[in-house]
């Protein structure tokens, strides 16, 4: 069974950056498509980025693309989300999403392409 877990979130204020992080275990690591997605009050869940886990193609929603990146550690199992330049309304709840054996596709991603999901990891970004 694979579990996946985030960390990293916090409060920073606006222009400030954070780095969320993602530990995957149950599973193996390489091979898979690694999401990350947010939702914020009252919000649908978003999707922002995607990692080929153990290659090195990433795609991400236009939103985030320049902002935000995602990348991986193979060794560690685990990846990562840097965000630079937060404005108040990046404030959301940060969640990792694991797909096995599959290819994350350059656009469109949802929720429903991911099998496995964390908790998520708060990310709160004040004026």
């Known amino acids: 069974q694979v579990q996946v877990a985030e960390s990293g979130g916090g409060s920073v204020q606006a222009g400030g950056s954070l780095r969320l992080s993602c530990t995957v275990s149950?599973?193996?690591?390489?091979?898979?498509?690694l999401g990350w997605f947010r939702q914020g009050p009252g919000k649908e869940r978003e999707w922002v980025a995607c990692?080929?886990?153990?290659?090195?193609?990433?795609s991400y929603d236009d939103s985030f693309r320049g902002r935000f990146t995602i990348s991986q550690d193979s060794a560690k199992n685990m990846a990562y989300l840097a965000m630079y330049t937060l404005k108040p309304e990046d404030s959301a709840t940060y969640f990792c999403?694991?797909?096995?054996?599959?290819?994350?596709?350059?656009?469109?991603?949802?929720?429903?392409?991911?099998?496995?999901w964390g908790q998520g990891t708060q990310v709160t970004v004040s004026s």
């Open positions: 149950g599973g193996t690591f390489s091979g898979n498509a």
């Open positions: 999403a694991v797909k096995p054996r599959h290819l994350c596709r350059r656009k469109g991603l949802t929720p429903a392409d991911f099998d496995y």
């Open positions: 990692i080929n886990t153990g290659r090195s193609a990433t």
